[in-house]
């Protein structure tokens, strides 16, 4: 009966052959040793290089196609006239109180019946609407002019009913302002500011000038050296 019992239990949980042990050990160390390599074990081949970020080629330059000598001309004239413009105002404020006293005395000759308070208003506001209307006509034509440079060519129309006011303002500067000890050269600037702003203008009109205008958008690629 006892060995009975003892074979049954021999049988039912069997000893594990030292053999088998060993090869179940050795497969462990072989999945360990798979699991951790070893440092010296390393891919001798250096990694490869990494590419540039950036490129290396220089960029092109937009460059635009300046003007022609006919716009460079008439932009040379017009700043030439407001300056005769503007020194012509600049005298006539700085000769105020002779060209205000002479206004009111050729204003008292040829309107007597207005008494002296009318005439003094009277003439304080034909001095001062002279001055104020040369000097808005200057600044109106320079903000024509640096729009004609922007290569906007339909302000030159504009330009033109402009010069027709302009020469109305200087035939009324000629008459109330161009008096007195500095009236003949008062006179001669604003007649020859209006010359030079109508000689800028149709320096504008050349066909020079009018491919100019209408090149708007075109452009010159340049490389860099």
Not at 90 to 107: M, Y
Request: with cysteine; net charge negative.
């Amino acid at each position: 009966m006892s060995h009975e019992s003892g074979g049954n239990r021999d049988s039912t949980h069997p000893v594990p052959d030292a053999d088998v042990e060993g090869e179940v050990d050795a497969t462990a160390e072989a999945g360990h040793s798979h699991a951790r390599p070893v440092l010296g074990d390393e891919d001798p081949t250096p990694p490869p290089a990494r590419p540039t970020m950036s490129d290396q080629r220089k960029p092109p330059v937009l460059r635009e196609f300046p003007p022609p000598r006919s716009v460079k001309a008439g932009r040379v004239l017009w700043l030439v006239s407001f300056v005769l413009g503007g020194a012509a105002v600049f005298i006539s404020f700085l000769s105020g109180e002779t060209l205000i006293a002479e206004l009111t005395e050729v204003l008292s000759r040829l309107a007597p019946r207005y008494d002296a308070g009318e005439v003094t208003a009277l003439v304080d506001v034909i001095y001062w609407s002279c001055l104020g209307g040369l000097g808005l006509i200057i600044a109106i034509e320079a903000i024509i002019l640096a729009m004609l440079l922007n290569r906007r060519g339909g302000t030159r129309w504009v330009q033109l009913p402009v010069l027709v006011i302009h020469a109305g303002a200087v035939l009324v500067g000629s008459a109330f302002l161009a008096i007195g000890d500095w009236g003949d050269l008062i006179a001669l600037l604003l007649v020859a500011g209006l010359l030079l702003a109508f000689a800028g203008w149709v320096s504008t009109l050349f066909p020079g000038a009018h491919r100019w205008f209408r090149m708007k958008d075109q452009t010159e690629l340049v490389a860099l050296d």
